[in-house]
């Protein structure tokens, strides 16, 4: 089929004109400040090349992991990367370490594509608390039947319930991309400055507060969904949270939607009232930062604390969660505690 020119050239003109990602490097020289800040945060390093990770050449190889019923899984570096070796008895079988999720301020797991229709969450994850590997979270409980179910959990590379794309996607920036046999290709790795603003193009060609996104300009209620894109929304109508289960702690804007700090502060309390996006959220000013915040509101005049709290009022009102040894996760459902509970006020 023939189109004509005129049409031809209008939709060239049109794709020519639609914003595009550019990348945080083209944002760095307007913003250096902000580009310097967020290039150290965890999001920043939310995904790397397994062997390109800041971290890599710090993991323990060498160790090894046992995984029941007989098998050993060694983690190596070779000339073209990181690599794991599992054998049992009568069978060896290697498979190199392509992608690496998690900045590693407390864990590190890896991913590898196996074909074209599917990846492997590895078995192994690095753990930074003990500087060890561990089993995957939800991994050890499965029961391998063969080497190949012994090396980790496969995904299939789309889908739209469970794909590992979807991981893939959340941690990294644009679009993504596939290559010739599939492969997944982000667009740029971890989350970077478009993640949030949107694809920079028009704004670096005529920088414009109106011509780039800004979530600051959302209210409350959006922000939390906005956020939960990637860390999970607030619970749609008839869909249940179990508050019991201690993993669902780490989805921050479902338990934010609980507090009464959130649904009665007028749309004063919401992810950026605490979490500037720019910066790294671990450092030692963090808790007295934190504090400040709740003081803002929580003054001896109005909404004043009970005359029991202390200085800190993270720790109480928004308690660390273990789900397993090694990994932790804060509670946004702030609120009053029983001691030892900590998974609902």
């Known amino acids: 089929m023939r189109f004509p020119l ?59 992991l046992l995984r029941k019923p007989g098998y050993q899984l060694t983690l190596s570096k070779r000339e073209t990367g990181l690599e794991s070796t599992l054998r049992n008895a009568t069978q060896v079988m290697e498979l190199p370490l392509d992608w690496a999720f998690g900045a590693g301020r407390q864990a590190i797991t890896f991913v590898s594509r196996v074909n074209p229709d599917w990846y492997v969450e590895h078995y192994a994850t690095w753990y930074a608390a003990p500087n060890a ?105 008839g869909n249940v949270t179990d508050w019991n289960y201690a993993w669902n ?36 000013k963090v808790v007295v930062d934190y504090n400040s915040r709740c003081r803002a509101c929580h003054a001896a005049s109005l909404r004043p604390p009970a005359a029991t709290c202390q200085t800190n009022c993270i720790d109480c009102h928004m308690p660390r969660v273990s789900p397993q040894a090694n990994l932790s996760f804060t509670n946004h459902w702030i609120g009053i505690y029983r001691a030892g509970a900590k998974l609902r006020p």
């Open 249 to 284: 702690v780490r989805h921050q804007p479902v338990y934010l939607s609980q507090a009464a700090c959130f649904r009665k502060s007028d749309g004063k309390l919401y992810c950026l009232t605490c979490h500037r996006p720019h910066e790294p959220s671990l450092d030692s």
């Open 6 to 64: 005129a049409l031809c050239v209008a939709v060239a003109l049109q794709a020519q004109s639609l914003p595009r990602y550019v990348g945080s490097l083209a944002c760095q020289g307007c913003h250096p400040r902000q580009f310097a800040t967020q290039s150290a945060t965890a999001h920043a390093g939310a995904l790397f090349r397994a062997k390109e990770h800041p971290l890599a050449a710090a993991l323990p190889l060498g160790q090894t």
């Open 133 to 237: 590997w561990g089993a995957t979270p939800g991994q050890d409980a499965l029961q391998p039947g063969d080497i190949a179910q012994a090396a980790g959990l496969l995904y299939k590379t789309t889908n739209p319930e469970n794909g590992i794309d979807g991981c893939f996607a959340c941690h990294s920036t644009g679009p993504l991309a596939f290559g010739p046999a599939n492969e997944i290709q982000p667009r740029e790795p971890g989350v970077r400055c478009e993640a949030c603003h949107g694809p920079g193009s028009q704004h670096t060609n005529r920088p414009t507060p109106t011509n780039i996104g800004n979530p600051a300009r959302r209210n409350a209620a959006q922000i939390n969904e906005f956020c939960g894109q990637c860390h999970r929304p607030p619970a749609a109508g």
